[in-house]
């Protein structure tokens, strides 16, 4: 790539076809410099070159082409030092040179000298000055190549990046050699980035965080700067700093059990602290404050011994009989003025645990009593409460599970059968034929045939409350078209008259007649019939969303949510409406007992679920008392 020999000879070419430099005296100078000069130029034997350079520079000392071209002579000779002295003797001279090439090539050979003889800071000077002068671009791309690599052995990988791509654009030829070495400077200027994030992290403190970046570089170049010798000491910086978190943690455990009273843990901890770390802070200090602490605490210990004892042997024959209220008595008395005597806090602690057992036994025992005899006599609303209660507090109780889950049977085949009852009744041909013969008078608008059809089927189905209100609706549609009617005959029959009492009636009925269009109670009741409880819910959801001013769409969202069995929050929140506003429903003792159900499980104590409790008992006796 390198093309300094060609230099060599072009220059020597120019120098023949150059004119001669003028005289600093007179013309024979000059000439007799300008023959030497082409003599050495014409020979073929170095040393005679020599001769024939230097006669011409015993001339003309500033004769630059004989001196740069003695220079080239003596690189041949690998005299790189005389070499490099008359190069530079040439760069010295050269103002006087018109030919810019030749200078170009002065430049470019003293900054080669320059590079063998190590002064690289001259080398970059030289280069940049030589590239300056370029105008030839495979030149200037050779320029930009030395230039590049330069810097990128002196890791200066940016400013190489710079000139290597800068000579690949000028020098397209050779571009998988400065793709080669663009590859090198890219991945020197990665690592020199992780290498400053290192020296961040470690000057932070990051010593966890260093190590990781410096080992990153090392896997991928090992040599690179100081990274081989990094990755130990951070190992010890590391080590250290985790020994001194590990004296820390201990220290702060040993003030811990201190400022617990724990005399003993604490003299154990500020020992071991000691031996393995030395004077570490304040810890021989703290040491000897625990030490006399624990001196204290032993002499009251010693004087309370003898006056507790009674007390405490007192405690122990009453657990030992069972007597938990007599051993809890005795030992809270010595706890309360010498809680750190023996083992007093354990004890009552085992002493508490076991009266409250007791206690527990009792309750469950009465309550799977109670529960036991409601679930004979029939009355298993009640039965299913006190079981409950039991079962929370002690499920393995006797049979107390089996019994819960038999009252449960039960209590479901019978909602089954009661739900069934409050549900609209499901539709016959005969009341489907009536029910379709309604919806198409009331489309149009035919009112009179429409409360005909209706007031068959309310006979038919005197409970359904769809059926009512739509009756109720169509009454007073027919109603207004009469009166209407009645208005317009009277009137002289002007049509303005006709218009607005149509206009009229037609404001009025419309929205019925937009409801019935859609008919969801009709698909409501179809899915009840197949027995699809919860897309029949769903229209009764929306319905109740548009309308929540219709308080009856709740008891029969809660009959449709009975039937489908559905204890959700969604359809506890539907019961305890119905229960909240006192709405007309035969299901209301079972819905008491769901809700009452859920608050128990809750642990509800406010009002309204002490009253349902209360209203879901008093359902159990009146059951009780009609069986009777």
């Known amino acids: ?24 005296t007179d013309d024979s100078k000059s000439q007799r410099a300008q023959h030497w000069l082409e003599t050495g130029l014409h020979e073929r034997n170095p040393q005679k070159k020599i001769t024939a350079f230097t006669r011409a520079l015993e001339i003309d000392p500033d004769f630059a082409e004989a001196a740069y071209n003695l220079g080239l002579v003596y690189k041949q000779q690998q005299d790189y030092a005389r070499a490099e002295q008359f190069i530079a003797r040439a760069h010295a001279n050269a103002a006087a040179i018109t030919n810019e090439e030749l200078k170009l090539a002065i430049l470019y050979e003293l900054a080669l000298a320059y590079k063998r003889s190590n002064k690289l800071a001259q080398y970059e000077q030289t280069l940049r000055s030589a590239k300056a002068l370029t105008h030839e671009r495979e030149m200037g791309g050779t320029i930009a190549f030395e230039l ?26 050779q571009a998988q050699t400065f793709a080669n070495l663009i590859r090198l400077a890219e991945n020197g200027a990665a690592l020199q980035r992780l290498y400053l994030a ?36 951070l190992d010890g910086k590391l080590q250290k700093k985790e020994a001194e978190a590990a004296r820390l943690a201990q220290y702060q455990r040993a003030k811990d059990f201190e400022i617990a009273g724990n005399w003993e843990e604490a003299i154990n901890s500020y ?48 657990f030992t009989r069972k007597n938990w209220a007599a051993a809890v008595r005795a030992f809270e008395q010595i706890a309360n003025s010498a809680p750190n005597y023996r083992d007093v806090r354990k004890r009552l602690a085992h002493a508490r645990e076991a009266q409250r057992l007791e206690s527990n036994e009792a309750e469950v025992e009465r309550y799977y009593a109670d529960g036991a005899a409601a679930y004979a006599v029939g009355d298993l609303h009640r039965a299913l409460v006190l079981l409950e209660h039991g079962y929370r507090l002690n499920p393995n109780y006797k049979n107390i599970a089996t019994l819960l889950a038999n009252t449960n049977n039960q209590l479901e085949q019978r909602r089954t059968t009661v739900i069934r009852e409050t549900v609209p009744a499901a539709p016959t041909p005969q009341t489907d034929a009536l029910y379709s013969a309604a919806l198409a008078a009331i489309e149009q608008q035919d009112w009179r045939n429409a409360v005909a059809a209706l007031e068959k089927l309310q006979q038919d189905l005197p409970a359904d409350q769809e059926i009512n209100q739509l009756l109720a609706e169509v009454r007073v549609n027919l109603s207004i078209t009469e009166a209407n009617s009645r208005r317009v005959s009277a009137s002289t029959g002007s049509t303005s008259v006709m218009f607005i009492g149509g206009a009229v009636t037609g404001l009025l009925l419309l929205p019925l007649f937009g409801v019935m269009m859609f008919s969801p109670m009709a698909r409501a009741r179809f899915y009840l019939l197949q027995g699809n409880y919860n897309a029949a819910a769903r229209i009764y959801e929306n319905r109740l969303a548009s309308r929540p001013n219709r308080v009856q769409l709740y008891s029969m969202l809660a009959s449709i949510y009975l039937l489908a ?52 008992l008093r359902a159990e006796v009146r059951n009780v008392h009609k069986k009777r």
Not at 6 to 11: K, M, P, S, V, Y
Not at 298 to 311: C, F, I, V
Not at 587 to 600: F, W
């Open 148 to 173: 590049g690599r330069l810097l990128y052995q002196q890791d200066r990988w940016q400013e190489a990046l710079v000139e290597l791509r800068e000579g690949e654009r000028l020098y397209p030829e």
């Open 565 to 616: 069995g559905r204890k959700d929050e969604t359809a506890i929140k539907i019961y305890k409406t119905v229960l909240q506003l006192n709405l007309a429903t035969r299901n209301r003792d079972e819905i008491n007992t769901i809700v009452a159900q859920a608050y128990l499980s809750e642990g509800a104590k406010d009002t309204d679920a002490i009253k349902i409790l209360e209203d879901a």
């Open 1 to 24: 790539m390198l093309r300094h020999y060609l230099i060599i000879a072009a220059c020597s070419l120019l120098t023949l076809a150059a004119p001669a430099v003028e005289a600093d």
């Open 198 to 233: 290192a020296e961040r992290a470690e000057r932070e403190g990051k010593l966890q965080e260093a190590k990781n970046l410096y080992a990153q570089i090392a896997e991928q170049n090992p040599q690179f700067k100081n990274v081989d010798g990094k990755l130990p000491e």
């Open 271 to 318: 020992e071991n602290l000691l031996k393995n770390a030395g004077d570490f802070r304040d810890a021989r200090k703290r040491l000897r404050f625990a030490l006399k602490q624990l001196e204290r605490r032993q002499s009251e210990a010693r004087k309370a011994a003898d006056e507790w004892a009674p007390l405490y042997d007192e405690g122990v024959q009453a």
